[in-house]
């Protein structure tokens, strides 16, 4: 169920409330219980995913194709160190 934003008409307080759609229900004010008005709000939406944004959807580049890049040479491996004598 959509949730509504009332004002009452007496005290001025702005309150949210749960109803069905297309519901004509007169809420009362939970304050003062006079008569209360339904707000004219934004929809509250949430997108989530790939697709709702401009740059979701703008052209991609092309990749340039180029030479292959030579790669570097292998090192060389070097013999061991002879381990160090220790000293008395």
Do not use: W
Request: with cysteine.
């Amino acid at each position: 169920m959509p949730n509504y934003l009332f004002q009452c008409q007496s005290c001025k307080k702005e309150f949210m409330h749960s109803l069905p759609f297309g519901s004509k229900k007169d809420i009362p004010c939970p304050v003062c219980k006079a008569k209360t008005k339904r707000l004219i709000t934004p929809p509250m939406v949430h997108f989530k995913g790939s697709g709702f944004y401009k740059t979701d959807s703008a052209a991609k580049p092309e990749v340039q194709k180029s030479a292959p890049v030579a790669s570097a040479p292998a090192p060389v491996p070097t013999a061991p160190s002879a381990p160090a004598k220790p000293s008395m």
